[in-house]
């Protein structure tokens, strides 16, 4: 079945660096790629996503890139700020349906 | 926007007793996924419906997890009888099939087992 690998599981940066997580899937049907954030003590909360026909796609300060041949996909977020630190997790839909499954999660801590 | 909305936000119980968990999706959204997170197995799809019907409950541990929907706006997750394994926090999740299927989460329920 479809398996998501993400790296790292913990990621520290200085305030107003960069900070980039990395997943990698192997169902080659999948085509849709969620990325959620999780705040202590809440739910998942989508922050950004991309499907298969796009290979970039940007909000503000996140962005997400898409290497479909290589069936990696990855989350960039620039000037880090302190409220950035939290578990966030990427996804990929089994055979391009509804069903998702989750990457293990990366803990982001911004230092001051 | 009322966002999901699930109840209790935790709950403690005793191994062997009957415990029930709720969902109310966003109104509108006709699939409703249950999850479970833990610290062993991270995020992990239980069951998930659409218009009210089951469609995957492969992710269901054992005979001990049910799940039902009744109607569009409300569902539950029953485990009877419980174990303290079962001691996770578990999220309902609703999206509008054929939109653009994104999953919005609830805020989760906290089980504790004893």
């Known amino acids: 079945g479809e398996n998501v690998e993400q790296h790292p599981s913990t990621l520290s940066v200085q305030e107003g660096d960069s900070a980039v997580i990395k997943c990698t899937y192997s169902d080659s049907a999948s085509n849709y790629f969620p990325w959620y954030k999780q705040e202590l003590g809440k739910g998942p909360q989508l922050i950004i996503d991309?499907?298969?026909?796009?290979g970039e796609k940007k909000d503000q300060r996140i962005a997400v890139t898409l290497n479909k041949t290589a069936k990696h996909f990855s989350l960039h977020i620039t000037e880090t700020q302190p409220e950035d630190s939290a578990v966030y997790f990427c996804a990929a839909n089994i055979q391009g349906a509804q069903k998702l499954v989750f990457g293990q999660g990366t803990r982001l801590t911004i230092n001051p | 926007d009322a966002g999901v909305i699930q109840s209790p936000r935790h709950e403690v119980t005793e191994m062997g007793q009957e415990v029930t968990l709720r969902c109310k999706p966003i109104?509108?959204?006709?699939?409703l996924f249950w999850y479970r997170q833990t610290m062993m197995r991270g995020l992990e799809l239980l069951i998930y419906f659409n218009n009210n019907v089951p469609i995957d409950d492969s992710g269901m541990p054992e005979d001990r997890f049910s799940a039902k929907m009744p109607n569009a706006s409300f569902s539950t997750l029953k485990i009877q009888p419980s174990e303290p394994r079962d001691s996770a926090v578990y999220f309902c999740a609703s999206s509008f099939k054929g939109g653009a299927n994104t999953q919005y989460f609830g805020p989760g329920t906290r089980l504790t087992v004893l």
């Open positions: 109104s509108g959204h006709n699939s």
């Open positions: 991309i499907r298969s026909n796009v």
